[in-house]
T-cell receptor, first 110, second 115 residues
Framework: QQPVQSPQAVILREGEDAVINCSSS?????VHWYRQKHGEAPVFLMI?????EQKGHEKISASFNEKKQQSSLYLTASQLSYSGTYFC???????????FGQGTRLTINP | EAGVTQSPTHLIKTRGQQATLRCSPI?????VYWYQQALGLGLQFLLW???????NRGNFPPRFSGRQFPNYSSELNVNALELEDSALYLC??????????????FGPGTRLTVL
């Protein structure tokens, strides 16, 4: 079951904050976040393994609420380089494969 | 260290033909994943190969198949091509599914166009 990402698209000015959500109808073992810039391959950002765990990467952090079966990606003081499409990939226990959401397109304007 | 490579970059075929896409993982990585990225549909999991064996496949018809060679490179074959097969096909390699370092490294993709 494909996780649902929201919003589908967001436009920000440089320096503003954004939150991207990823929800699953199934229990999750882990959540992975990737960013894909236009015309490029997706690049790994972070993985969250435990419920409630929060991880950080520069000014990008994420949380994983196991009970709610959702994860959120937080981008603070966004930079132009943050533009791209963000995908969450969810793993349901033991599958050893990722099911990706449809993506959230983030556009950062100067 | 060389990244994941894929060939060809672009492939144009007509309906009913067969397409073969190739992927070379990062040296030392034994797992290869294939994804289809059609417009507006995100990344759809196709196949997972590890140590030469098919370990899992996504919700795709049997005309999507592949294999992994002893050097861990992989091939994706799509038979009886249909117009809706037009998409970017991405290959990703992974060292091992450890539970803590499951980063997948993606190749640049093969753009398949079916006319």
């Amino acid at each position: 079951q494909q996780p649902v990402q929201s919003p589908q698209a967001v436009i920000l000015r440089e320096g503003e904050d954004a939150v991207i959500n990823c929800s699953s109808s199934k229990a999750l073992y882990s959540v992975h976040w990737y960013r894909q810039k236009h015309g490029e391959a997706p690049v790994f950002l972070m993985i969250l393994l435990k419920g409630g765990e929060q991880k950080g990467h520069e000014k990008i952090s994420a949380s994983f609420n196991e009970k709610k079966q959702q994860s959120s990606l937080y981008l603070t003081a966004s930079q132009l380089s943050y533009s791209g499409t963000y995908f969450c990939g969810t793993e349901m226990g033991g599958a050893q494969k990722l099911v990706f959401g449809q993506g959230t397109r983030l556009t950062i304007n100067p | 260290e060389a990244g994941v490579t894929q060939s060809p970059t672009h492939l144009i075929k007509t309906r009913g033909q067969q397409a073969t896409l190739r992927c070379s993982p990062i040296s030392g990585h034994t797992s290869v994943y294939w994804y289809q990225q059609a417009l507006g549909l995100g990344l759809q999991f196709l196949l997972w190969y590890d140590e030469g064996e098919e370990r899992n496949r996504g919700n795709f018809p049997p005309r999507f198949s592949g294999r992994q060679f002893p050097n861990y490179s992989s091939e994706l074959n799509v038979n009886a091509l249909e117009l809706e097969d037009s998409a970017l096909y991405l290959c990703a390699s992974q060292l091992v599914w450890s539970g803590t370092t499951n980063e997948q490294f993606f190749g640049p993709g093969t753009r398949l166009t079916v006319l």
